[in-house]
């Protein structure tokens, strides 16, 4: 079945430094792939999203990669800030429109 | 430009009673979708709906839980005779068309059981 999931529960990193939250996915026939953050009380806010033609897409700070081979999915966040720390989400676009979501990550970055 | 708006943001109801959970998608969306979130999980999808229409309802529970977008007016997620396992965080999301768009979401409606 589908399944989204994530590696570490948990990533703390020291500020300045840079952060990598990875994710794997199941389902090959997935074609778009969205990491939200989440920070405590609030809904998801979208970061970055990466089409299944892509294999690399830069944003502000933060760089998503897509390995199709593995189905393997990661977020790099370039020169952490206290503001980063939150729950970071990936989630896969089914072809219904429907998203599924991994567990998530706690990333918690420390001054 | 206001994003996705719900309410209430928290909602407090008996076992028993119904609990209704509005959403306005983002001005120029006709697309919303419903995911519930428990403590310490991630998001669940329930239902995708656009006006007058459920796309897709293969995450709603078969009983007690229903959910609208009519022409006019907010989306409505209602739960009747609620029970303890239904507290959670229920989260609407928008997109402006169909299948792979970005999907933004509101805050959410914190619902609790007593």
């Known amino acids: 079945g589908e399944s989204v999931g994530l590696h570490l529960p948990t990533l703390s990193v020291q500020e300045g430094d840079n952060s990598i939250i990875n994710c794997a996915y199941s389902n090959s026939a997935s074609d778009y792939f969205i990491w939200y953050k989440q920070e405590s009380g609030k809904g998801p806010q979208f970061i970055i999203d990466i089409r299944s033609n892509m294999d690399k897409r830069q944003g502000q700070r933060v760089t998503v990669l897509l390995n199709k081979t593995v189905k393997h999915l990661s977020l790099q966040i370039a020169a952490t800030q206290p503001g980063d720390s939150a729950v970071y989400f990936c989630?896969?676009?089914?072809?219904?429109?429907?998203?599924?979501f991994g567990q998530g990550t706690t990333l918690q970055v420390k001054p | 430009n206001a994003g996705v708006m719900q309410n209430p943001r928290h909602l407090v109801r008996r076992r028993g009673q119904e609990a209704r959970l509005r959403c306005s998608p983002m001005?120029?969306?006709?697309?919303v979708y419903w995911y519930r979130q428990l403590p310490e999980e991630g998001l669940k999808f329930m239902v995708y709906l656009q006006k007058e229409n459920i796309i897709d309802e293969s995450g709603m529970p078969k009983e007690r839980f229903s959910a609208e977008f009519p022409k006019e007016g907010p989306s409505i997620l209602r739960i009747q005779q609620v029970v303890r396992g239904d507290s959670a965080a229920y989260f609407c999301?928008?997109?402006?068309?169909?299948?792979?768009?970005?999907?933004?979401f509101g805050p959410g409606t914190r619902l609790t059981v007593l």
């Open positions: 999301a928008s997109s402006p068309t169909l299948g792979t768009d970005t999907q933004y």
């Open positions: 989630a896969e676009a089914g072809n219904t429109g429907k998203l599924i």
């Open positions: 001005k120029g969306h006709s697309h």
